[in-house]
């Protein structure tokens, strides 16, 4: 009867199984370290995470930004719409507010370099803009 020289142990009929080359001519296989597989994979997340947190944050900030420059065209056009002005603004156009002398303001299409020296207005305020939507766009304002 014949019996075979290599040990049962070290053979099988599913090679691809086996947890090592199991030809001359194959590929090493080492066993993986999973904490250098792990560690790599959680620097890699956080490094994606960090750059969207990132991304998120300047996209908050520039909605904040553009909040608060709506706030502030919501201001001045109540400011504008409690202001004297002797003609009815159009859509389009570019007008000046002043703060009165003796308080309140008022609106005007003659800008503040047009006054010379006889301005009878205390101060300029902002150049505006009339929007469709009956807002004031800032074009200029006053520090």
């Known amino acids: 009867m014949f019996e075979n020289p290599i040990d049962k142990d070290k053979i099988t009929d599913k090679p691809g199984t086996l ?7 194959g590929v090493v296989i080492r066993p993986e370290d999973m904490g250098r597989v792990k560690g790599n994979a959680l620097s890699a997340m956080k490094e994606q995470t960090d750059a ?7 996209q908050i900030e520039l909605l904040a ?13 109540l400011v504008i ?14 007008y000046f507010l002043y703060q009165k002398k003796k308080g ?8 503040s370099d047009e006054w010379g020296r006889s301005m ?3 101060r300029f305020v902002a150049e505006v803009k009339l929007l469709s939507d009956h807002t004031w766009e800032i074009l200029n304002e006053a520090e």
């Open 65 to 77: 930004k553009q909040a608060r420059k709506i706030e502030r065209r919501k201001d001045l056009s």
């Open 104 to 111: 309140g303001f008022v609106l005007s299409m003659v800008a």
């Open 19 to 25: 947890p090592y080359a199991h030809t001359i001519g």
């Open 81 to 94: 719409y409690g202001a004297d002005m002797g003609f009815k603004p159009l859509i389009g156009h570019t």
């Open 52 to 58: 969207q947190l990132d991304q998120i944050k300047e």
């Open 120 to 122: 009878p207005y205390e």
